[in-house]
Nanobody, 117 residues
């Protein structure tokens, strides 16, 4: 029923910035934690940043002090600064929470971020 829709990916040079946006729409369970994950070519998907309903955040060490995650009730954002080629990946929006008392999660389709000179 519901979905997460991402936007903001693209091609950027090293040192540049991008802002990813993810908007939840439709009938979705009560999402408590939202976040961004990324998967580079040939690598496993990894957590980039998460934010809880209480506002607590968690970042991968590789993006600390460069990326900032924020949210409102229906959307989550990722401000990415000082981008480096290693940030190149497909970025996926993620939400998790409870539907009743059943754990659920939902993923966006992903957006490609390419950092290259």
């Amino acid at each position: 029923q519901g979905e997460l829709v991402e936007s903001g990916g693209g091609l950027v040079q090293p040192g540049g910035s991008l802002r990813l946006s993810c908007t939840a729409s439709g009938s979705i369970f009560n999402i408590y934690t939202m976040g961004w994950y990324r998967q580079a070519e040939g690598k496993q998907r990894e957590m980039v940043a998460t934010i809880t309903g209480a506002g607590s955040t968690d970042y991968a060490d590789s993006v600390k002090e460069r990326f900032t995650i924020s949210r409102d009730r229906a959307a989550v954002y990722l401000q990415m600064n000082s981008l480096i080629p290693e940030d190149t990946a497909v970025y996926y929006c993620h939400g998790r929470g409870l539907e009743g008392h059943i754990y659920r999660e939902i993923w966006g389709k992903g957006v490609l971020v390419t950092v290259t000179s």
